[in-house]
């Protein structure tokens, strides 16, 4: 297994992060604008970037084992493509490698920014959506007359909440 294949497919993975990059900045608009239909659309994007996503990493998983199986180390599971700029012998793959990897590692981080201004936006929609249900929703301390109160008797009045028994 060369370096240039594991190269290859680690700009893949720039691509494909680049990609969903660009639909997290999406989604933060969407989120702002309130337009659940789109979103929900943009998530169906965002799962099969995620699928194409772990399918290069298995991939690159796969070269990574690939390369040290053909340098004759021993395997071990968590083998990384630091582990095989330290490996490669030539500095020309060392420093494609490293380019490569540093760009990803740039793209994932500010996608795990962007997802957590997401995830904060959404939290804030559903505390909005919540207060307001919570302000429609009838007080406990407000008096329900029932029509037994009416005539006097001395029951506690039901609640007004919603009963669903079958």
Do not use: W
């Amino acid at each position: 297994m060369s370096v240039e294949a594991i190269c290859s497919t680690l700009t893949m993975l720039e691509r494909m992060h680049k990609s969903l990059l660009e639909l997290a900045y999406k989604k933060t608009e969407i989120i702002k604008a309130g337009d659940i239909e789109a979103l929900g659309q943009l998530l169906k994007d965002e799962q099969a970037h995620v699928a194409a996503i772990d399918k290069f990493e298995q991939q690159r998983q796969k070269q990574v084992t690939d390369y040290f199986e053909a340098k004759g180390v021993a395997s071990t599971d968590n083998r990384t493509v630091a582990d095989v700029i330290e490996a490669a012998e030539q500095q020309a793959d060392k420093e494609a490698l490293s380019a490569v990897r540093d760009r990803l590692l740039v793209i994932i981080n500010d996608l795990r920014n962007q997802n957590d201004l997401n995830q904060k936006l959404v939290f804030q929609s559903l505390q909005i959506v919540n207060l307001t249900l919570d302000s429609l929703k009838p007080r406990t301390e407000q008096i329900n007359y029932s029509s037994s109160e009416v005539h006097g008797t001395n029951s506690v009045a039901k609640k007004s909440y919603f009963d669903s028994q079958a």
